[in-house]
């Protein structure tokens, strides 16, 4: 099978759009339709259902999707392998960053590691740590640097590089930056701006209310905390942000309710690493490379 034809399946596959798929890989619509249709032929089987502008799997397609990852993964890693009989870092290295992680802990890594390693290319997607985690877990990216999960996996090595404490925070204006001893009951009677309810960031949060049984009231949320930021400072909420985040905001004292989130790289178990992610995890472990 044609490997960019599996590869344009993939991608209508997760997006479950073909205009998506075409943005994403740079082609026209007309050249994935073009090659989903060369798929079908070949396979003999219709691999979409395409209903009232929705596009969903076929039995079929449900079925080759896992095995067309598998078999696109065996290829590059073949490439790879070729490239690292060398036993020098070069070839594409493949990076899904966070995008907290990719503004403020990660520009100096990156830095360093492309100069010290001009031959490698580093391909970099920036998401939310929990869809990194599973470009991982899927074989899309060789290695994600993320907030860490809650839960361990299997499948998935992780290393925690940094602790990144969270601080409670409020507008400067705001009635709570008036209590010298604010409990997390006071908290509850104001609104707060949540990171995503999905988000590993945002689930810690959750957790230490709900261990106390103190509901939240109307919760906003976004994934960018950059976002949460700015709507604290206006007076829209309070919330909870890393250091790196409270400039100009009122940090409110609470000592008995300390929380933090682990900050750090991921990879797949099964997965042998490149020379280039070998070589780009020893930065990250604050090492030399050989």
């Not at 601080?167 to 204006?173: H, N, P, S, T």
């Not at 999905?198 to 810690?204: C, L, S, V």
Request: aromatic share 6%; proline share 4%.
């Amino acid at each position: 099978m044609d490997n960019q034809n599996l590869k344009a399946f993939i991608t209508v596959a997760e997006q479950s759009s073909f205009s998506e798929a075409a943005n994403l890989l740079y082609i026209t619509q007309s050249a994935i339709s073009k090659r989903i249709a060369q798929l079908e032929q070949q396979i003999g089987k219709r691999l979409f259902d395409r209903i009232a502008r929705q596009v969903s799997l076929t039995e079929a397609g449900n079925e080759l999707l896992p095995r067309a990852r598998r078999i696109l993964q065996e290829y590059e890693n073949a490439l790879q392998a070729i490239n690292d009989l060398s036993g020098e870092a070069s070839g594409t290295l493949r990076l899904a960053i966070s995008h907290h992680l990719g503004l403020h802990r990660l520009p100096p890594i990156l830095k360093q590691f492309a100069q010290q390693y001009p031959n490698v290319i580093l391909d970099i997607e920036f998401m939310d740590s929990e869809k990194a985690y599973e470009q991982v877990l899927h074989g899309e990216s060789e290695v994600a640097m993320i907030t860490l999960a809650l839960e361990s996996h299997h499948n998935i090595n992780s290393k925690m590089i940094w602790n990144d404490p969270l601080r409670f925070i409020c507008a400067q204006d705001h009635p709570l930056a008036e209590l010298k001893k604010p409990a997390l009951k006071d908290l509850a009677e104001y609104p707060i701006i949540l990171p995503g309810l999905n988000t590993y960031t945002g689930r810690i949060i959750q957790n230490l209310f709900q261990k106390e049984g103190i509901p939240l009231k109307a919760p906003m949320s976004t994934n960018y905390l950059e976002t949460i930021s700015t709507m604290v400072e206006i007076g829209l909420g309070w919330s909870v942000l890393p250091e790196t985040l409270v400039r100009g905001l009122h940090v409110m004292p609470f000592k008995e309710n300390r929380i933090e989130r682990e900050l750090g790289y991921i990879h797949h178990t099964k997965r042998s690493l490149s020379n280039a992610a070998l070589a780009f995890l020893v930065l990250m472990d604050g090492g030399s490379a050989r």
